[in-house]
């Protein structure tokens, strides 16, 4: 049997343990999902082309590694989303996209003949993803293809980001010399870490209040352990960015509450916000954190990159790796300090009355077990997703920085297959209008997350940025724009193979369909219905 290029980038995917591919077909990349069973990778094809970004985001982001595949031009430009959010929320997708053949360049340029979903450019996909990826590369030969794909994996896993690479349609089923042996996946370190190791850990002793943000890269980077190990034997405060939530199990001493401005719970402001240093591990800085990070530079150590920079001082370069193993060791020179003892959620009121956004959160709280992975949308409730007491290690994974509405729903397709939880879906009934058709790939592929949509009739967040009087008062209108058509969501999710859908109105409602969603098997809807000028707690 011959070994084709098709062959060469599946083997190289099922290396690294990928063993699905998301996307949507078409003839520039179909020898791709043609071949792709043979090795091993199950081909996952999405309703939509943002939804197989999506999907292959959740998948990475649970799994380590995800790969998609869709069409040239009106694929790839469709799930740009997407992969902008994986490149800023550090995602390793891998977008592996069927390009023009050298014929097609060729008649482009001298006779002005497009080839297929071409806008009349050569480069364009390999130009736009340029922008949203570690590296970007095209292979127009077989010989080219080795190098070329071995990038992209390489890029992927050593950078945590998004990399995309382009081969040319022609090439698929030609020969392809197979892989010579694995990739060189690590990064080099600096020299510089076991001396940043010792100013840092001597600032963090010398300080009266430290505190240690996790943040993102520990979780990409598998450094959960090893982060954990480090507060203990530092014995220091620590909070997590809302995009790391979950990196390490919410409890026990020192934990201050996820610090998520402007709306972060108030042991985790304070804590945060009068640190006397603050050691910010691998964190994405939102536009929230402007304030903190712009006003206190002086007690700020950042890592983030492969740079560390010490109060305001040159960044210099160091490995994440090396850097906490580093940290880690320094910290066992000396016997931990004590440390106050952690924040504890309160526990949730009786589920009694209509059901009120505050509610909705409430019996989602009441309701987790170390079974659920939390997926929350961008949506007026997300501050609140940011407080639930998920249990345990890599339960919570949202688009915290990107913040894309829609994202919950698709990335659950994808987290469905890369993480050993069941995925909960949080999504507000504006961001479900946006990707509500991946319920469609929950049904056909036999996934099971439970998705609720938190229906109040309106994009409310956007209403909220733009006057919040409308929420304070029943008699007031909301901005037209931010009204929603209203949909039945339970025919709607009938109509697409999820026979289990459910509208409910009360908290005990909501408790009993989160019941029977636990005890089901396959995938499920509930639509919560909350008064449209119903705020959240946080917001309140
Ligand atoms: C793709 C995308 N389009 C638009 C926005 C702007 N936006 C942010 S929140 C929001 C409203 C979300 O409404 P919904 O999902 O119903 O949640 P709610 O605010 O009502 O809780 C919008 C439109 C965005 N963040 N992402
Ligand atoms: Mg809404």
């Known amino acids: 049997m011959p070994f084709t290029v098709a062959d060469y980038v599946l083997t190289r995917l099922r290396e690294q343990q990928i063993d699905t591919l998301f996307g949507v077909p078409a003839a520039y990349c179909a020898p791709l999902f043609d071949a792709a069973a043979a090795r091993g990778v199950t081909s996952v094809i999405a309703a939509s082309d943002l939804e197989a970004g999506y999907a292959a985001d959740g998948y990475a982001r649970t799994k380590g590694l995800g790969a998609v595949s869709v069409a040239n031009g009106v694929g790839t430009l469709s799930m740009i989303n997407a992969i902008a959010g994986a490149y800023v929320e550090r995602s390793p997708v891998v977008v592996i996209n069927g390009g023009p053949t050298a014929q097609h360049l060729d008649n482009l340029k001298n006779f002005d003949v497009l080839f297929s979903h071409s806008i009349g450019q050569p480069d364009t996909d390999l130009n736009a993803y340029r922008l949203v990826t570690g590296s970007a590369t095209r292979a127009s030969t077989t010989t080219q293809v080795p190098a070329a794909v071995d990038t992209a994996l390489a890029t992927?896993?050593?950078?945590?980001?998004?990399?995309?690479?382009?081969?040319?349609?022609?090439?698929?089923?030609?020969?392809?010399?197979?892989?010579?042996?694995?990739?060189?996946?690590?990064?080099?370190?600096?020299?510089?870490?076991?001396?940043?190791a010792t100013t840092i850990v001597q600032l963090i002793r010398a300080a009266t209040s430290p505190l240690l943000l996790v943040g993102a890269e520990i979780q990409r980077y598998g450094l959960a352990n090893q982060v954990a190990d480090l507060i203990a034997k530092l014995g220091v405060r620590w909070s997590t960015a809302l995009?790391?939530?979950?990196?390490?199990?919410?409890?026990?001493?020192?934990?201050?509450?996820?610090?998520?401005?402007?709306?972060?719970?108030?042991?985790?402001?304070?804590?945060?916000?009068?640190?006397?240093?603050?050691?910010?591990?691998?964190?994405?800085?939102?536009?929230?954190?402007?304030?903190?990070v712009t006003t206190r530079t002086a007690k700020i150590v950042s890592i983030y990159d492969g740079t560390v920079r010490i109060k305001g001082s040159q960044k210099r370069n160091a490995e994440l790796r090396a850097l906490v193993a580093a940290l880690v060791s320094q910290a066992a020179t000396a016997p931990p300090k004590p440390v106050p003892a952690g924040v504890v959620p309160a526990a949730p009121p009786p589920a009694t009355g209509a059901l009120t956004y505050r509610q909705v959160f409430d019996r989602i709280g009441a309701a987790l077990d170390d079974s659920w992975l939390v997926v929350p949308d961008t949506m007026l409730g997300v501050y609140s997703a940011a407080n639930l007491p998920v249990k345990g290690r890599d339960g919570f994974l949202c688009?915290?920085?990107?913040?894309?509405?829609?994202?919950?729903?698709?990335?659950?397709?994808?987290?469905?297959?890369?993480?050993?939880?069941?995925?909960?879906?949080?999504?507000?009934?504006?961001?479900?209008?946006?990707?509500?058709?991946?319920?469609?790939?929950?049904?056909?592929?036999?996934?099971?997350?439970?998705?609720?949509?938190?229906?109040?009739?309106?994009?409310?967040?956007?209403?909220?940025?733009?006057?919040?009087?409308?929420?304070?008062?029943?008699?007031?209108?909301?901005?037209?724009?931010?009204?929603?058509?209203?949909?039945?969501?339970?025919?709607?999710?009938?109509?697409?193979?999820?026979?289990?859908?459910?509208?409910?109105?009360?908290?005990?409602?909501?408790?009993?369909?989160?019941?029977?969603?636990?005890?089901?098997?396959?995938?499920a809807l509930i639509h919560a219905e909350v008064n449209p000028h119903d705020l959240p707690a946080e917001l309140s």
């Not at 050593?158 to 690590?186: H, M, N």
């Not at 994405?284 to 402007?290: K, R, S």
């Open 156 to 196: 992927a896993i050593r950078k945590k980001r998004p990399s995309y690479v382009e081969i040319s349609k022609d090439l698929w089923t030609q020969d392809c010399t197979p892989p010579a042996g694995p990739i060189d996946l690590t990064n080099p370190t600096a020299g510089t870490e076991q001396q940043l």
């Open 243 to 292: 995009l790391a939530k979950s990196t390490l199990p919410e409890q026990g001493k020192g934990w201050v509450g996820v610090y998520d401005p402007p709306q972060s719970i108030p042991s985790a402001a304070q804590a945060v916000e009068q640190a006397d240093l603050l050691v910010m591990l691998g964190a994405v800085f939102p536009n929230g954190y402007a304030t903190l």
């Open 399 to 523: 688009s915290a920085v990107w913040a894309s509405i829609g994202h919950s729903v698709a990335a659950a397709v994808g987290a469905s297959f890369g993480s050993n939880r069941r995925p909960l879906v949080i999504c507000g009934d504006g961001g479900f209008h946006m990707t509500a058709q991946a319920l469609s790939t929950m049904a056909r592929y036999g996934r099971n997350p439970v998705v609720i949509v938190v229906g109040n009739g309106l994009y409310a967040f956007e209403q909220f940025l733009v006057d919040k009087t409308y929420f304070g008062t029943s008699a007031a209108h909301p901005k037209p724009y931010v009204v929603l058509n209203p949909w039945d969501f339970v025919k709607f999710a009938d109509a697409l193979g999820v026979h289990s859908a459910q509208s409910v109105k009360t908290a005990a409602a909501l408790d009993s369909a989160l019941a029977s969603a636990k005890a089901s098997n396959g995938p």
